[in-house]
């Protein structure tokens, strides 16, 4: 018998009795044969050294050593030294959430600076202690949304990460909601079409800022055309570009997501990343997710604990405001530490940087033959090119050359094959950026 | 345990008091007990439609967060604002400052699904057992 499986014979033959079903395989019946295992024979272990050496020889076949001009929601920005070494100590290095206030103080006044942190950025009043990813806290402020109206209907500007608009429809297959999707003109949401699907049926509009074009807009008149028919707006976030952008907050948002990778996380392949979410104080107790609270323990000295568990599912069960409580703690804690590194001043600074880099560059790319930089909306540290080739091929003749090129539009958005997405982040170097046009302009030519 | 004789009594412990067709609600004793000390009170939306066992209150305590139905179903027409600032009226008074939400009646008859004091005493007595 599998060892890690306790089930006996019996057992399994009383449960599959009690279910009315013939045997295992009739159990899975549903599941395609394409999708089940072909053979569960697994070849024998390998020793130690065996290991290293296979799995050493498959990382090498990344290729680590490209110039990344690639962003799509995800940045190549510089990590203090100082967050790895920190967060990597015994004392906060776990995943799991601090249920125990008694021996988790360190960790929860960290989880209660990240919100504190998050909260000032955003200019929201409250935060949770993070959730797994911009998609999913996106997904999860939606569904907020959704209670708290009661209405069934979703907006969703296009300029939404199309990863992220993916997420929300895959989550929501089997529930009866409605989505409308409004196009992006020029670069920036279509406040005509907004205004003809906002009705008071809808829950709520999801936008997004700087968009998946890059483009920057101030969502101030939609969000208060959403509140007059009782809906609720949803503005999902770039953290960084807050150093210098209006905060969804000074636009009127009712619920802040976004993803905190850019926020002292490397770019792993998808991750472990930061999902992150702020609103308005009279909303606190229908955010789902854990919040880290301080108070006063029995000596009359401040410490911290989790607060407001009695909406979570460990007690309120399928009423809960969210079947996640987890959190990404180990994550949340880097971002932390980065933005105590960073500081106020130097999140204006690093924003500032980024910023003059993109325009730096855009005017190198501007001036290469056949290259169009799109200019009908204000960027961040991000834009779009119009090529007059495929942009796929663009980026596979740069990467040979040493440069991650950008994310290929037409990936996400048929028609847009010739548009290529350029981020620019504070670590490209002026030469890194003139090296990385005169490539441009090789390939093209 | 305190039950106040002239209120009636639904399964899930909230008392109801009718005068002509106006119903006040609350939580009895024996449900604020069980809760705990109440730290938060989701009221309903005045002018809401309820029906009759619909859940349109919840009460949040240090242990768990409770959902409450409307005994008589109609429209609510006023609702305790005072437990927003102060919550622990329902475990101070639950069957009189502690009242949550006064709903107009609809239909008369929805009370003969109800208990009396009487036969919710015999009931609270038969969980215990």
């Not at chain 1, 009695?310 to 180990?330: G, P, Y």
């Not at chain 1, 005017?363 to 495929?390: C, M, Y």
Request: include cysteine; aromatic fraction near 8%; charge should be negative.
């Amino acid at each position: 018998m599998n060892p890690y499986i306790t089930n006996t014979p019996q057992e399994v033959g009383q449960m599959l009795e009690s279910i009315g079903v013939e045997n295992i395989d009739a159990l899975f019946a549903d599941i395609k044969p394409k999708h089940s295992p072909q053979s569960f024979d697994l070849p024998a272990g390998l020793s130690e050294y065996e290991v290293v050496r296979r799995v050493t020889q498959l990382a090498l076949k990344n290729n680590v050593h490209v110039v990344p001009f690639i962003g799509g929601g995800y940045y190549d920005h510089y990590i203090p030294t100082v967050v790895g070494a920190l967060a990597s100590r015994g004392e906060f290095y776990t995943a799991y959430t601090p249920y125990q206030p008694e021996c988790a103080q360190g960790t929860l006044q960290a989880l209660f600076e990240y919100q504190s942190a998050m909260c000032a950025l955003t200019g929201m009043a409250v935060s949770n202690a993070s959730l797994y990813d911009g998609g999913t806290a996106l997904y999860e402020a939606m569904m907020m949304a959704i209670r708290m109206t009661g209405r069934h209907k979703v907006i969703m500007d296009g300029g939404v990460s199309p990863i992220y608009r993916k997420i929300l429809k895959t989550y929501t297959h089997h529930l009866s909601y409605q989505f409308a999707e409004t196009p992006v003109v020029h670069g920036q949401s279509s406040r005509e079409e907004i205004d003809r699907l906002l009705d008071r049926d809808t829950a709520v509009i999801i936008l997004q800022n700087p968009n998946f074009f890059g483009s920057i807009d101030d969502f101030t008149d939609i969000i208060k055309k959403a509140h007059s028919v009782g809906a609720l707006a949803i503005v999902s976030v770039y953290p960084i570009s807050l150093g210098l952008l209006k905060t969804p907050a000074q636009m009127g948002a009712d619920i802040v997501t976004g993803e905190g990778q850019s926020l002292g996380l490397p770019l792993n392949f998808g991750g472990p990343y930061l999902g992150f979410m702020c609103t308005h104080k009279k909303y606190v107790r229908k955010m789902p997710g854990r919040i880290v609270g301080q108070t006063l323990d029995a000596k009359g000295e401040r410490c911290f604990v989790n607060t407001l568990q009695a909406r979570e599912q460990h007690i309120r069960r399928d009423k809960a405001t969210s079947n996640i409580c987890t959190n990404v703690s180990l994550c949340a804690l880097q971002a932390a530490i980065f933005m105590a590194v960073v500081g106020k001043n130097g999140l204006k600074e690093m924003a500032q940087l980024n910023l003059d880099k993109a325009e730096f560059a855009k005017q190198l790319l501007s001036k290469i033959k056949g290259v169009e930089v799109k200019r009908s909306a204000p960027t961040f540290n991000e834009f779009t090119v119009h090529l007059p080739v495929d942009a796929s091929h663009v980026v596979a003749a740069m990467m040979s050359r040493g440069f991650a090129a950008g994310f290929p539009l037409g990936r996400y958005y048929p028609g847009m094959e010739r548009y290529l997405l350029v981020a620019v982040t504070e670590k490209r170097t002026k030469e890194e950026i003139e090296r990385y046009a005169k490539a441009l302009q090789e390939v093209l030519n | 345990m305190e039950i106040e004789d002239n209120y009636l009594y639904t399964k899930e412990h909230e008392w109801v008091s009718i005068e002509d067709n106006m119903a006040t609600m609350g939580i009895s004793d024996y449900a604020q007990e069980a809760l705990g000390d109440v730290t938060y009170v989701e009221l309903p939306q005045e002018e809401e439609e309820v029906e009759q066992f619909e859940q349109f209150v919840s009460v949040e305590s240090v242990k768990a967060a409770s959902d409450i139905y409307a005994p008589m179903g109609g429209k609510v027409t006023e609702v305790n604002r005072k437990l927003e600032e102060t919550p622990a009226l329902i475990n101070k008074d639950c069957y009189g400052k502690g009242w949550i939400a006064k709903i107009e009646v609809r239909d008369m008859d929805e009370s003969t699904n109800l208990m009396s004091a009487e036969e919710y005493r015999s009931y609270l007595e038969s969980l215990e057992t």
